[in-house]
């Protein structure tokens, strides 16, 4: 979901910058894979499955979508990538077959996120934009998904997802920031965050802090915790450390939850004035990286959503590898 992105460093994080006089682009490449469901929970409702796939590539800098995301400035190092994303929401109890009004909507989306990211290794701040573009409805497929992942498991089979939201543009830009608050040695480092989006799937603003304990290379000087052979001089080869992170989070629109801006027939959807508009984000992560690997465990959270909801956790595997 959307919540994913808070539980991933940046996708676009550099490898030391070693001329802060001039724009460079990395040399960092990078495929990394998430998948996250509540059942780790035993729940099965609310955000219910995820999963993501991110490329890196120098390549991706000539893509035309460079010409709508902020130019690269002086002094900091580049990163261009695609990320497609999908994610599933259901009700509290997705054996009912007919609506459950006052309960989340069905819904699920899946889009592709163009994005670049600008560090200075110096000054230990990231800049990041994205163009979003995708859809959510029935086309991102979550029905035929979800209920052959239930058969497999010999769980209960979905009856609601006839009444999921119905098919709609996903077209959005976002921002983030990121900045070094506190390191003490390199055993821990805290890090500020900021965001926003404005789209047609979400929009919101947001703000919260990363806090990371143990043996780790600096959140700035590293692509998402691990670079690729050649960026790796000075590096530590092993990685072993935790990571715990909060935001909150002021939310303008939710198409999970109100249905799509432009296509307004869904069967079902909460109003507006049902939706939580503060709502509060955490996770807690175990990192294990050597050389250009790492493995992720991740336990995320979110406060209540819209009236009457229930706080709500979820697991997530993360798997990224630099080459």
Known sequence: MG????????????APATDTTKVQLSSDRLISYTFANDAFFRTDYYFTQGMSLTLVLPALSRLPTRHVLPGPREGTLSHYGLKILYDGFTPLRIQDPDIRYGDRPYA??????????????ARRWRLS?????GVIGPAAGAKGFQTAVHRWLAAPTPRGWDYQVQNDLVLGYELGGERQ???IGSAAEVVGTAGAALSTMRSYGSGGLLLRLGRFNPYFETM?????????????RLQLYTELRAEARAVGYDATLQGGLLNRDSPYTLPAGAVRRGVLQGAAAAVLAYQGFSVRTVAGWVSPEFAGARHHAWGQLDVRVAF
């Not at 919540?3 to 550099?14: D, Y």
């Not at 699920?108 to 290794?121: C, E």
């Open 181 to 183: 608050l506190l390191a």
């Open 129 to 133: 934009s994205g163009l979003q573009l």
């Open 108 to 121: 699920s989306y899946i889009y592709a996120t163009f994005f670049h990211a600008q560090t200075s290794g």
């Open 3 to 14: 919540l994913l992105g808070l539980f991933n460093n940046c996708p676009a994080q550099a």
């Open 224 to 236: 998402t915790g691990v670079a690729a052979a050649e960026n790796r001089g000075g590096l530590r």
